[in-house]
């Protein structure tokens, strides 16, 4: 099938390109995002293949639909950034890869706490500097301290497991119970219940009209003082504006991100010798215990192998007619960009 992959870096035209040996694919692959004016370049292409940070709404949709698209292919897990009521409306099928590597993400995490803790970031350059002082390194042992996991499906079960492993104390908030989890130990709590007790925070819930801003100023009033809070889901779970006000008044003792609310304008580009306008990302940079990574979460070998073999695959069924496990539709929609 002939295939537009928009966003393409050269990591995807590797793994897609090794990957589509066994699919034979027609891909064709576009450095830019798929956004508002950059639709007709997918004209004549019955798939358009996006990643994260695409804008596929309403009117980005019937361009393409106009154009002769029938297929959007998401090559990610979440699909919020996808219109999918309207994409229903048009016609237009939806797939995406649901699990590539839960590990890559759950792996990120942990190291966002220790980093957060242990102070690598500061260490690396102090080190490199000639600078062998331990003075403001102190960290604390994870082991007997209480986690929070909101959103255990694939990704916070694996985080649970390594938790568990290192000696946390495990709490979670999830509309439905993983057994995993259960037979782990972890402790199903209401949110209150996991803010109140909780020494580290992490957010493994999809973005939904549920979730966006679950962490607000409110929810963050009801956290130790001190809490470690951490993102690697999508950046609107958390009102990035009450966490900076949180982060001065020292209520939140450590912030690690790897999802970002305006994430869209910034992440996967080398904007290394360009003035940066956003001014809530600037601020969040100020703070000495910030550690962002810039939706790296996944970006892992295995992670992109499967990506790439997933979403060649679902391109695949839809070509034959077969009907595909990994489809999405509007009743699973929440907040659109
Ligand atoms: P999943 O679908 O396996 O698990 C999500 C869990 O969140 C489910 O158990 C669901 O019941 C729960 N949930 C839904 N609404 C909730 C609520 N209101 N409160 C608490 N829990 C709620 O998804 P998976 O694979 O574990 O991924 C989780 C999220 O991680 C994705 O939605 C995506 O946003 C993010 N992600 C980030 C990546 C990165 O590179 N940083 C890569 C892949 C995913």
Redesign the pocket.
Known sequence: MKVGVYSTKSYDREFFNKANSTFGHELTFFECPLAAGTENLAAGFPAVCVFVNDGLNAKVLRVLSRNGTRLIALR???FNNVDLEAAGKLGLSVVRV??YS?Y??AE?TVGLMLTLNRKFHKAYARIREGNFSLEGLLGFDLHGRTVGI???????AVLARILAGIGCRVLA????Q?PECLELGVKYVPLSELFGNSDIVTL?????T??HH?INAEAINRMKDGVMLIN???GAVIDTKAVISALKSRKIGYLGL??YEQEGDLFFQDLSNEIIQDDVFERLLTFPNVVITG?????TEEALRNIAHVTLANIRDFESGRKCANAITADQVIVRK
């Open positions: 990610c897990t979440g649901p699990a839960p890559s993400v990120h909101i959103g255990t499906g694939k990704i916070g908030h999830d509309p439905v993983n493994h819930c999809p973005l939904t549920e979730t679950i690697t889901s999508r790897d999802v939706h790296q979460g996944f970006f």
